[in-house]
């Protein structure tokens, strides 16, 4: 199917694409990647006014420290997320989570913050961003805002992005030398998550000092799995502890509780064992 008629735009910075979306209104889009828009333009699911690329902007690329965390570029491709030697030091789980992203060709494609605006509850970075106390710095026609991921992530598909906005870094905090595992129930390989749980785990002297739990795909949004957290916390780093804690893993739901339970049993044994 051939996509409805739009005007396309190309902006050499932020600022002039700002200006863009302000001037083109509300039915204008950004378009990354375009690893989830493309197939709902061909599928007229959408039609929009104007796209507005941003692919040429090389000032939201590439992962930077920022002393106490990393700043990552809303157009940051998975595939240089995946092989950055930053992420794997400081934030060993967004290697892990973005290993599992569909293929190597749309990990080429896709960029972190396209996945994170698109607001997938299915899609593999949600969640782990939000575990990890992430923030959302933002570009509009007032300037730059910062938004914590637990504010960014509205409903299915939603974000607290305005339609004049534009995500352009991720803060995530360091979390050198901790564990961490993504548990991931699909299909098939290199499909959408039905149920996946992100956990990292701060171990010393074999007892849990800190941990943080995300769950995929159990409601319209991502899951911060606070009960599971505080369970962890203080407890020794043993087999007992860890599914004592993952009987807190909820998601409202029979058949994915019971999924959430099991998986996150799983990841944080993972996590926990480096």
């Not at 892990?96 to 605006?117: K, M, N, W």
């Not at 593999?124 to 910062?146: K, N, T, W």
């Not at 606070?226 to 043993?238: I, M, N």
Request: charged share 20%; proline share 5%.
């Amino acid at each position: 199917m051939i996509p409805a008629e739009f005007k396309y735009l190309f902006p050499s910075s932020v600022d002039e694409a700002v200006r863009m979306l302000a001037e083109e209104g509300e039915d204008a889009k950004v378009i990354a990647g375009g690893q989830s828009l493309v197939p709902v333009l061909r599928m007229r699911l959408a039609a929009p006014t104007a796209l507005i690329d941003i692919g040429g902007l090389t000032e939201l690329t590439g992962v930077r420290d920022d002393g106490d965390s990393l700043l990552i570029g809303a157009m940051t491709t998975h595939y240089e997320v995946q092989r950055d030697h930053l992420v794997q030091d400081h934030a060993l789980l967004l290697r892990l989570v973005t290993d599992t992203i569909a293929d190597p060709q749309i990990r080429h494609r896709g960029t972190f913050g396209g996945s994170l605006c698109h607001a997938d509850p299915a899609g593999d970075l949600l969640a782990p961003v939000l575990a990890l106390d992430a923030v959302m710095i933002i570009a509009g026609p007032s300037g730059r805002r910062e938004v914590p991921a637990a504010d960014f992530f509205v409903d299915y598909f939603t974000t607290a992005l305005a339609p004049d906005e534009i995500l352009i870094d991720v803060r995530v905090p360091k979390y050198t030398g901790w564990g961490a595992h993504y548990e991931k129930l699909n299909r098939v390989a290199q499909a959408w998550s039905i149920v996946a749980v992100a956990a990292a785990v701060q171990v010393r002297d074999g007892s849990i000092a800190a941990a943080r739990v995300g769950l995929t795909n159990v409601g319209s949004g991502p899951l911060r799995a606070t009960g599971v957290e505080a369970a962890l916390v203080g407890q020794p780093a043993s087999a007992e502890a860890i599914s004592e804690a993952a009987l807190r893993a909820s998601s409202g739901d029979g058949y994915k509780d019971n999924l959430a339970r099991v998986l996150t049993g799983r990841a944080l044994t993972a996590a926990v064992a480096g």
